[in-house]
């Protein structure tokens, strides 16, 4: 069966991937799917940020496993979900609408916290995959009710490239994420030192991810082997 990885492997894994990035790279292991004792494993060798992108599923995974791991939510998440994570999620990469972003928004001062977020954008070439485009992002951050959220905190941008062989291709959609994040923080965060972060890069292609510019690979089968779903596709 694939995907059935010893726990030495993790370790192992983990170990090389941190040996292959720069100082200024984070690397938030993906664990969805994964039962907790991966989890507790990559722990064990030190790793204390998991990604996952259920709700729900991260949530069960908080309540057994130690406390001191920052909880990443890098899925698509929906409104009627936040309330799920806004107790303890450290970041949430996945935002892609200022409606969401109310609701967070919502949750978090319920909670007397403020959260950090990302903004996804659609940067790779295929229909299927989510996030804001330049001007919707515009269209967000210009706006007063944007600018009246206490409780968020826009942190940096997100993306996730082509699933492709064209390694110029991913590099390219790597690069325009990098000057979008650029323009964003000239034009709307000059003087805020927490919108530094670009978060871009998975298993197969966070190497190029890290040469243009990334700050936090979000990196699954590499650590904890391939996905296996129970649903078929
Ligand atoms: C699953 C997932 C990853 C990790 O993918 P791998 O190819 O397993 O490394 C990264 N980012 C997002 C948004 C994901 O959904």
């Given at each position: 069966?694939v995907g059935y990885y010893?726990?030495?492997d993790i370790?192992?894994n983990?170990?090389?991937?941190?040996?292959?990035?720069?100082?200024?790279?984070?690397?938030?292991?993906?664990?969805?799917?994964k039962?907790?004792?991966?989890?507790?494993?990559?722990?064990?060798?030190?790793?204390?940020?998991?990604?996952?992108?259920?709700?729900?599923?991260?949530?069960?995974?908080?309540?057994?496993?130690?406390?001191?791991?920052?909880?990443?939510?890098?899925?698509?998440?929906?409104?009627?979900?936040?309330?799920?994570?806004?107790?303890?999620?450290?970041?949430?990469?996945?935002?892609?609408?200022?409606?969401?972003?109310?609701?967070?928004?919502?949750?978090?001062?319920?909670?007397?916290?403020?959260?950090?977020?990302?903004?996804?954008?659609?940067?790779?070439?295929?229909?299927?995959?989510?996030?804001?485009?330049?001007?919707?992002?515009?269209?967000?951050?210009?706006?007063?009710?944007?600018?009246?959220?206490?409780?968020?905190?826009?942190?940096?941008?997100?993306?996730?490239?082509?699933?492709?062989?064209?390694?110029?291709?991913?590099?390219?959609?790597?690069?325009?994420?990098?000057?979008?994040?650029?323009?964003?923080?000239?034009?709307?965060?000059?003087?805020?030192?927490?919108?530094?972060?670009?978060?871009?890069?998975?298993?197969?292609?966070?190497?190029?991810?890290?040469?243009?510019?990334?700050?936090?690979?979000?990196?699954?089968s590499?650590i904890f082997g391939e996905r296996v779903?129970?649903?078929?596709?």
């Amino acid at each position: 069966m694939v995907g059935y990885y010893t726990k030495m492997d993790i370790k192992e894994n983990i170990s090389e991937i941190l040996k292959t990035l720069p100082e200024r790279v984070r690397l938030i292991a993906v664990s969805k799917t994964k039962p907790a004792d991966y989890i507790q494993e990559a722990y064990d060798a030190g790793q204390r940020v998991f990604g996952e992108n259920r709700p729900q599923e991260m949530a069960a995974k908080y309540q057994i496993l130690p406390k001191d791991i920052e909880w990443h939510m890098i899925g698509q998440l929906q409104e009627k979900n936040v309330k799920y994570i806004a107790d303890f999620v450290s970041l949430i990469h996945s935002v892609d609408s200022l409606k969401l972003l109310r609701k967070i928004d919502r949750e978090a001062e319920k909670r007397g916290r403020v959260i950090d977020c990302l903004l996804e954008f659609h940067i790779a070439n295929e229909a299927s995959k989510s996030g804001l485009t330049e001007s919707e992002a515009d269209e967000l951050l210009g706006s007063e009710e944007y600018r009246n959220l206490r409780h968020v905190r826009i942190a940096g941008v997100m993306g996730i490239a082509t699933y492709t062989e064209d390694r110029r291709q991913i590099q390219q959609e790597f690069h325009h994420l990098r000057q979008l994040f650029d323009r964003l923080k000239e034009k709307y965060f000059p003087e805020q030192g927490f919108f530094r972060e670009i978060s871009m890069g998975m298993s197969g292609d966070y190497q190029i991810a890290v040469e243009e510019g990334s700050t936090m690979v979000r990196i699954g089968s590499s650590i904890f082997g391939e996905r296996v779903y129970k649903t078929k596709n």
